[in-house]
């Protein structure tokens, strides 16, 4: 049982194009990240949400907390996107992660 | 601000070995978390610590443990090593657990052959 599903596993975008990742999770959260991994490992946390929308440059991240549902959005996509998209939650008992298996993004020029 | 420093950053050990990994938190954070990376199961959490004390762990077998320090440096062990362990291993650090952003460290590849 997947605590955390993502879709679309893998996605091939043009430069320029708008990006939609999408995470279901099926457990009460207190917070939900948005992680980038580059090849050769680096992971970097682009948002931590616990409600509404978050935005940083072209990147912006929702959340339904009702719906369990949160998406994030990639605007005028560049080829320096192009990595591993990852979706984790913080229970709001227990407190350990979930991770989504990853959205792998390749935007070409 | 230095970053999150994971110590070594490859590693080829045998089965039955075992192995101590190290991370240095960014200077304030007094928290650290441990993740395990591989291709079939992908990020997978193991521990997390704050001022020195577990506040949660993962489902992972006794074989894995850690512990931190006073100065927030924390290190992970894993004992008789399994094939199963190749991994990449992550730690991240933040100012406290819960709520707050983490930031990785570039991992250490562990190869168990």
């Known amino acids: 049982k997947n605590e955390v599903e993502q879709s679309p596993q893998n996605l091939t975008a043009q430069e320029g194009e708008f990006i939609t990742i999408n995470c279901s999770y099926s457990?009460?959260?207190?917070?939900l990240h948005w992680l980038q991994q580059h090849p050769g490992g680096g992971i970097v946390s682009l948002f931590m949400l616990s409600s509404g929308k978050k935005k940083h440059g072209r990147l912006i991240a929702t959340i339904n907390i009702q719906e369990k549902h949160s998406s994030l959005h990639i605007t005028a996509s560049h080829p320096r996107d192009s990595a591993v998209y990852i979706c984790a939650v913080r229970p709001n008992t227990g407190n350990q992660f979930y991770f989504g298996t990853g959205t792998s993004l390749t935007v070409i020029p | 601000k230095a970053g999150v420093t994971q110590t070594p950053r490859y590693l080829i050990k045998t089965r039955g070995q075992q192995v101590t990994l190290s991370c240095s938190p960014i200077s304030g954070h007094r928290s650290v978390s441990w993740y395990q990376q591989t291709p079939g199961q992908g990020l997978q959490f193991l521990f997390e610590y704050f001022s020195e004390t577990q506040r949660n762990k993962g489902n992972f077998p006794g074989r894995f443990s850690g512990r931190q320090f006073s100065n927030s440096r924390s290190e992970m062990n894993v004992s008789t090593l399994e094939l199963g362990d190749s991994a990449l291993y992550l730690c991240?650090?933040?100012?406290?657990?819960?709520?707050?952003?983490?930031?990785f460290g570039p991992g250490t590849r562990l190869t168990v052959l």
């Open positions: 991240a650090s933040s100012l406290d657990y819960a709520t707050d952003t983490q930031y």
């Open positions: 457990v009460g959260i207190s917070a």
